[in-house]
Nanobody, 124 residues
Framework: QVQLVESGGGLVQAGGSLRLSCAASGRTFSNYPMGWFRQAPGKEREFVAAISTIGGYTYYADSVKGRFTISRDNAKNTVSLQMNSLKPEDTAVYYC?????????????????WGQGTQVTVSS
């Protein structure tokens, strides 16, 4: 089992920045590709970003590319999402997740462990 706890969400004006963090405990964190997803009211959960086990490879949704940066610190068992130039359409609950796959994945079904989510609200 892997336990994940997100933090860092909040209310920010459009154009602002937030940094989300996810703390992991349980099994060896460095074994898992990690991802961030988000879900807005009335919408399906969507992929945001993913990072490989040692952080050498990252992948982003087109909607956040160039604005968001995913990173991880295996020594501290954390994964982060730096969000810049935020837009109102970025408003959602953000979840971190750990995948039991060999490589990063973009579909929610590939991820077996999920945090409880943190709310991000971007005002216009």
């Amino acid at each position: 089992q892997v336990q994940l706890v997100e933090s860092g969400g909040g209310l920010v004006q459009a154009g602002g920045s937030l940094r989300l963090s996810c703390a992991a405990s349980g099994r060896t964190f460095s074994n898992y590709p990690m991802g961030w997803f988000r879900q807005a009211p009335g919408k399906e959960r969507e992929f945001v970003a993913a990072i490989s086990t040692i952080g050498g490879y990252t992948y982003y949704a087109d909607s956040v590319k160039g604005r968001f940066t995913i990173s991880r610190d295996n020594a501290k068992n954390t994964v982060s999402l730096q969000m810049n130039s935020l837009k109102p359409e970025d408003t959602a609950v953000y979840y971190c997740a750990a995948a039991e796959t060999a490589t990063i994945a973009t579909t929610p079904t590939a991820y077996h462990y999920w945090g409880q989510g943190t709310q991000v609200t971007v005002s216009s």
